[in-house]
C-alpha cells in the first residue's frame, strides 16, 4: 500500500470559479515570516553575482563547513527506524486482528451450519438417578 502517494496522470480537469483563481498561488521564501534568529533576509543568487564580480573577478571564497554531528544524526535515525518499524508492528498487528476475526465469524457460522434440525432435538430417556425409599417409622 502507498500511502499520500498519487499516480501521476496526463489528463487534467478543468478548473472553475476560486479554485482557477488560486491554482497558480505559490509563496516565494521572501513571503515567509522569518525565524526567531533571522532578522535579516538572505540575500539573492543575483546580488552575490554581482559583488562578487566587482572585486575583481575572485572567486568568491570557500563555505565553511560545520562539523557534522554524527552521534545525534545516527540516534536520530535509528529512534526514526524504531519508530517506524514500531508503526509497521502496530499495522500488521491490526492486519493480522482483522483476519482472526474474520476466521472466528466463519467458524462460528460453520458450526451453526452444523448443528441438527431444532425439530429433532429431545430429551433422551433414561432412569432417575436418586431412588427415595419410604421410610418405616
Request: aromatic content about 6%; charged content about 35%; glycine content about 8%.
Amino acid at each position: 500500500m502507498a500511502w499520500g502517494r498519487k499516480k501521476a496522470s496526463g489528463r487534467k480537469e478543468p478548473r472553475f470559479g476560486l479554485a482557477d483563481t488560486l491554482a497558480d498561488l505559490r509563496l516565494d521564501p521572501k513571503d515567509r515570516i522569518p525565524a526567531a534568529g533571522e532578522d535579516k533576509p538572505k540575500k539573492s543568487a543575483a546580488k552575490r553575482k554581482v559583488e562578487a564580480e566587482d572585486e575583481d573577478n575572485d572567486p568568491p571564497p570557500p563555505r565553511e563547513r560545520k562539523p557534522r554531528e554524527s552521534q545525534s544524526r545516527s540516534g536520530a535515525k535509528r529512534r526514526a527506524k524504531s519508530r517506524l518499524s514500531f508503526t509497521r508492528l502496530i499495522y500488521w498487528g491490526a492486519v493480522l486482528g482483522l483476519w482472526a476475526a474474520i476466521a472466528v465469524v466463519g467458524v462460528v457460522v460453520w458450526a451453526g451450519a452444523h448443528l441438527p434440525p431444532i425439530q429433532s432435538l429431545e430429551i433422551p430417556k433414561r432412569p432417575p438417578t436418586i431412588e427415595i425409599v419410604g421410610l418405616d417409622a
